[in-house]
Nanobody, 126 residues
Framework: QVQLVESGGGLVQAGGSLRLSCAAS????????MDWFRQAPGKEREFVAA????????RYADSVKGRFTISRDNAKNTVYLQMNSLKLEDTAVYYC???????????????????WGQGTQVTVSS
C-alpha cells in the first residue's frame, strides 16, 4: 500500500508562486517515477509534470513549461512542484501519483498510475 499526501495549495494572485509537496510512504519511493496531474472543474485530469526515480529526467506539459519545476528529495520521500508566474487557468486540484517504473513513460496515461494523493486545491485569482 502506498500513501501520498499533497500539501502547499492555496489562493494566490495571478503572477504569484506556490510550492506543492507530496510526501510518500509505504513503498521504495526512490525506485519510481513520480508525476503531478491537475483537474479543473468540469475538465478531465491532465498531466502536468513528471520526474524519473533518480531525478535526472523531467517532462512538462506545454502549458506549464518554463513556469513550473518538478523536483524530488528521495531522502525525504517527497516530490515538489514549484509553480511560478501562475495564471488563472492554473486553477485546479493538483494530484501527485507514483508510477510503477523508474523512468518517464513515453506516453503518460492516468490509467498507468495505481496510487494517487487526495489532491490539494490551487486557486489563482485576478
Amino acid at each position: 500500500q502506498v500513501q501520498l499526501v499533497e500539501s502547499g495549495g492555496g489562493l494566490v494572485q495571478a503572477g504569484g508562486s506556490l510550492r506543492l509537496s507530496c510526501a510518500a510512504s509505504g513503498r521504495t519511493f526512490s525506485s519510481y517515477a513520480m508525476d503531478w496531474f491537475r483537474q479543473a472543474p468540469g475538465k478531465e485530469r491532465e498531466f502536468v509534470a513528471a520526474i524519473s526515480s533518480g531525478g535526472a529526467n523531467t517532462r512538462y506539459a506545454d502549458s506549464v513549461k518554463g513556469r513550473f519545476t518538478i523536483s524530488r528529495d528521495n531522502a525525504k520521500n517527497t516530490v515538489y512542484l514549484q509553480m511560478n508566474s501562475l495564471k488563472l487557468e492554473d486553477t485546479a486540484v493538483y494530484y501527485c501519483a507514483v508510477d510503477t517504473v523508474g523512468y518517464i513513460r513515453r506516453e503518460i496515461r492516468k490509467t498507468d498510475f495505481a496510487f494517487w494523493g487526495q489532491g490539494t486545491q490551487v486557486t489563482v485569482s485576478s
